[in-house]
């Protein structure tokens, strides 16, 4: 482990070197202190180094030294820091550089300079607790974006077809994802290999999974900074640090960006942020080319690093397009919001020309107008529809045709709301709309279930305007409201609504009062990220960082009123004609006057939900101190009702004596838990014990070791030169990287037919012409020899079974939409109503939970939990019975004392024994039905007709593939290979998490493989 710290130092110091000179050739002129230039150090070195191996990549068929390796990499480190120190000269930044960096550091002395370093150190240390479990991390799709540095790795380069799934797909499929990250990551591994000690003839993805899971934390100290700079340049360093410190600490940011999360999640919102920072600062300063060189460069790291560049893009075009209509209205000189922008719009232009003939993963998904992609055609036409509006009057009034000088506003409107209708019926009716369309759509796509498929996925879950978004992630800033209704306990997130109506109504006052400039683009990104929000749980991290910035906002904008006395209508001279100029406001020119007092107590409300004992002793320090003593009855007055809200949150879901910085006490208190734990089991009971999620995520968030077990029986026995595996969705990226093996599909979801398809084969019968024969045939004709089945599709038999009915036409995405809307109250969608559904659930058992735990008092007792022929041997439990969401009109009896193998026995409600099983570790969950709880079970019949059929299955459940080969372990036509000895009835005769069969007669052909060229020389292989 010490050779492998000592490699990535020595790579991190790589790349921050040329990360140092380039930031200083282009910002030093900028006024950034010393702090903010090292840390866009930082960023520049993990932007600059990886793109420029990446863009050699496109000559590796001309010149093969460009093939990737670590020479290759350092020597673009020292080419980049010899530019950086050339241009450095050039543009004079080494120009009396010692006496201006010893007029910096004060900086370093500024109290609240020193806690953003604090927080960024924090933030990376408590993310990378998590390193030790990052091999095992119970994730799926990091497994796939470290397939690409793999690749770069074994390859020299990322491959644009991918034969390692998707057999439908012919010539494979696409898997390179956006490039900084992977080659970021392969130059981290190869120093690993190489410095650290860790050289092996074959790729070690333990050694990957180590290397890839130190991004996330740094990307999350990245943030941190961002947040800072975005609110210190606006407002002043104490809204800076308080947006800091919740953005450090919020739950959901909090695990997005820990080891094992090795996605491009985490970098792309940082780079969103990354944007809308740099942006701000370019929008105040539109006569400094250097800011807008850097929100190019802030852009382009989107696309360059992450897909969600289409959010990006359209925050850019909403921006230009407004705040160029607010100038056109107000008469405002547009010259230099032309030139800035279209310096901008220049620097993307160059990286995604470049970026181009890439073919990333979502890229070839992007619509484009007349050719033009539309991440570049969107701000071009945006910018030129701006000038239009602007210039055609003018030109034409010089003419005196149709306008007149000087135009009146009659006129202008007129000529605005022209172009408006006209814009809006190009895009309705011509071509030139379809683009427009297609983006909306896009963007839709992952906000909405797009199709049937995101239906069943979790990332894709709905929230809606009535989600608990306090418990969901965003802690005490989120807590909800609960009240109870008729149907159940509602959340209402009425914090959430406050902040969102709150930061949007300032921001507007903000622009119409106080000329704002960065109004509409705060408005810009926080809408559609609110949007996304309330949509679905995968944005909830975006909406988080969006709801801190307008939360502090919203304080940043009340300081500046008590400054102003609180009259919203006034605007000082001195403000307004810097803003006017475009000049920055220094931060330390807002001086607090004689409503000071009002200003302590606006940011004592953001300490407060960072941690609600800090706001008080705050305040009570300035009380004391004196310098208040006009208004410290005042102080006191907050302080004490902070006291009583923090005593009442103890009665509550969320605690805010200590606010969102408990993210930081469960977390190092988790690591106190594992240095003294004797073993990871005993860790993760006390974690759970202990409610400590966050510990519990850190620490024991990991694959389950029945799982490994299985890929590594499937890297002995198939390996990259076999056959594919077929399996659910799910686990196909794990087949890949633990199994280095083919999967039939897996978590791109590149062609969700093949799920529909795979779904129907697992879950339906000879009604729809799905038997063990059909499923044979569908392997032969897919290059499957391996079929898995496990436990966990239980648990996901809805999502299953709706897509196998989706499959054959039985139900529908538009039909699932309809029943949800039929609730009361209304939901997005509703699955498993259709009939087809119904016919293949399994049935399921409610046994009342009071009649299992006898012994907690808590459970009240009632004696229709019990079947009247229970004895003093035999305890009969009443049992609901349960298809779909109908309870049966069976009521059987259930013995609660199970037999060796765990086994609960059935009985009719006479007393005679049913062909019926109830595995009692195999527990679905708890649910309430009219108010008392019932753990629900599966039902497992047993053959007791000829052929091994069963004469008394209530559902067409029992007959499906899945059912005989997982339960009933025995499935025609095909062998079990793993467990190879396990053998009878699952969850009664024994319990075999995953099963593995073998076709008997495969006479399919193999998956291709990838050849490596001549002129790369290692051992790795790759499935």
Known sequence: MLGLILALILGFI???????????????????NMIELLVMSVIFGMIAPATLTWLEAYLINYIHAFSFSLGLFLANCLLLTVIGIVICFWEGAFKDFKSEFLSTMPVFKNPMWIALLVLMLLTFVTRMLSIGIAPTFFEFDPYFTMVDTQYIVTYGQELLQDPAAWPAIVGGSDHRVEPIIPYLEAFWYDMATTVGGYGT??????????????YPPITAALLVFTVFLLLYKEYNEYIGIIGAGIAAAMPVIFTTFIAGEQLLEPWGIFALFFFLATYMLAVKNPKNTRLAILAGIAFASNFLGAHYYTVTVGVFVVYIMLQGLIDIIKRTSNTDFYKMNGIVILVIAIFYILFNA??????NRIPSVLGVPIILAGPIIAILLVAFMDYVPKLLAKRNIVFKEPINDMMLYSWIALIAVAGVLVVVLTPLGAPVLQYVNLSAKFTTPSIPLFMTVEEYIPTGFFFDFGSQGFGPIGASIYLSTSSGTVALPVLVWLICAAGFAVVILSILYRNSRTGILYLAIAAPLAFAGFSEVKYLPHFGVALIILFCIMLGELCYYAENNFDIFRFSRKDQQK???????????????????AIALILSLGVFFFAGIFAILLLGYLAIHGKYKEHNTALWAVAVGYAVLIGLSFYGTQSLLFGESSSFIQSFGAAIQSATAANSTQLCNTLSDQNNSLGYTLYCNVIQGYWLNAMAWIKANVGPSGPRVLSWWDYGDWINWFGNSNAFIRGDNANALEDYAVAAQYVLDQNYGVSPQ????????????????????????QALDFLACVNVNATSKTYAIAQGQAQNPPEPYLLGTSQCEITYDPQFALIPLPALVQNQSSLSQNINYYCANSNSTTLLVSTLLVVGSSAAN????????????????VYSSNGVKMNAYIQSSQYIGVVNVQGVQFVEYMMIYVPNGPNDTITDAPTKFYVSNY?????????????????????????????YPIRIYALNNFTGTLPGVPQKPSWIQNNYTMP
């Open 14 to 32: 790589a790349i921050i070197i040329p990360g140092f000179f380039l930031s200083l050739a282009l910002l030093k002129k900028t006024g950034m």
């Open 201 to 214: 003839s074959s790729f070690n993805t333990t050694l990957m999974s180590y290397i890839g899971s130190v």
């Open 358 to 363: 890439y073919g990333s993963t979502l890229e």
């Open 579 to 597: 803003e006017s100029t475009g000049e920055l406001i220094p931060p330390q020119e807002k001086q607090y006057g004689q409503n000071a007092y």
């Open 774 to 797: 059909s499923l044979a045939n569908f392997m032969n004709n897919n290059q499957s020899k391996y079929v898995l089945m496990d436990e966990d599709l239980i648990s996901k038999w």
């Open 890 to 905: 069976q009521s059987v009896c259930v013995d609660v004392i199970p037999n060796n193998n765990g086994v609960l026995n």
């Open 963 to 991: 059912y005989k080969g997982f339960i009933l372990g025995n499935l025609p036509g095909f062998t079990q290979v793993y467990p190879d000895n396990g053998t009878g009835v699952n969850f009664v005769n024994g319990t």
